[in-house]
């Protein structure tokens, strides 16, 4: 792809966190009533609101592109291009006045992230990873951590809730091995772990919107990040996401929850 590509989707994607953060900001002063979804998780008329506009951009400047997002589903996945939404991650957070929430915006070509967007409006935070470009914090360049050891390790999780029977055992594996955690940063946790404070990431997602912004914003910071069996994270995975600040680490995890993920399958 033409570098000059990139950069006009880095700079469009920097437009769409620049509307997504000013609607939100302006929504967080007031009391956000929310409903819930059919999986019991919350909405909000924000989380409706950022991404109808975002939508909106993307179709006037991208009319061939395709997006998926979280609240109104997919359109045109089949695009060469495809961009995935999630207007706001960590609802709950933002209802609650946690600014651990925020927007997430990815760029995939052929099922391939490209770009990444992770965007804290509230303390006007913002990575960006792209195809070719070293991964940025408010436009300075970030690095992950150089720990190779799990029991050195900071290990985070979003939302221990997520975890059903089967694969709470494959979070506990890997909580045991490092040597502390932290909880409840959603996708916060993912744009400190490519600025190098979090060394490991692991999160039982269901779909794509969840995880796609992170993948580019961690590989280009000396990142790894994959589903749990290792494999590349695409527009068609689960969502379910390992991540960590090396390879080193990103090996060690995996050997670690692959008792509990051969358990898993024997059960299926």
Avoid at 46 to 71: C, K, M, S
Avoid at 79 to 97: H, Q, R
Avoid at 153 to 173: G, R
Avoid at 188 to 203: E, K, M, T
């Amino acid at each position: 792809m033409p570098t000059s590509d990139i950069r006009n989707f880095i700079a469009f994607a920097q437009g769409l966190a620049d509307a997504s953060g000013a609607i939100i900001r302006e929504a967080a002063s007031r009391n956000n009533a929310f409903v819930s979804k059919g999986d019991d998780s919350p909405v909000t008329e924000i989380d409706r609101g950022v991404e109808t506009e975002l939508r909106r951009r993307i179709g006037a400047a991208f009319p061939d592109h395709g997006i998926q997002g979280e609240e109104f589903g997919a359109q045109a996945t089949d695009a060469e291009y495809v961009w995935v939404l999630d207007p706001i991650d960590g609802t709950k957070a933002f209802v609650a006045g946690i600014p651990v929430f925020g927007t997430l915006i990815a760029l995939t070509r052929r099922g391939i992230p490209i770009l990444g967007v992770i965007d804290q409006p509230m303390t006007r935070e913002r990575w960006i990873g792209a195809e070719g470009y070293p991964t940025t914090l408010n436009d300075t360049r970030v690095a992950t951590s150089d720990r190779k050891l799990l029991t050195e390790s900071v290990l985070s999780t979003s939302n221990i809730e997520l975890y059903d029977p089967e694969t709470l055992p494959v979070f506990q594996a890997l909580r045991t091995s490092v040597h502390w955690c932290v909880y409840g940063g959603s996708c916060y946790s993912y744009g400190r772990l490519a600025s190098g404070g979090i060394d490991i990431a692991i999160d039982r997602f269901t779909t794509p919107h969840d995880v796609l912004a992170h993948v580019p914003v961690i590989a280009n910071a000396g990142g790894v990040i994959s589903d749990w069996d290792g494999a590349p994270l695409t527009l068609h995975s689960s969502g379910h996401c390992l991540a960590a600040a090396n390879s080193d680490l990103h090996r060690a995890a995996l050997t670690q929850i692959a008792a509990p993920r051969a358990g898993m399958m024997s059960a299926a």
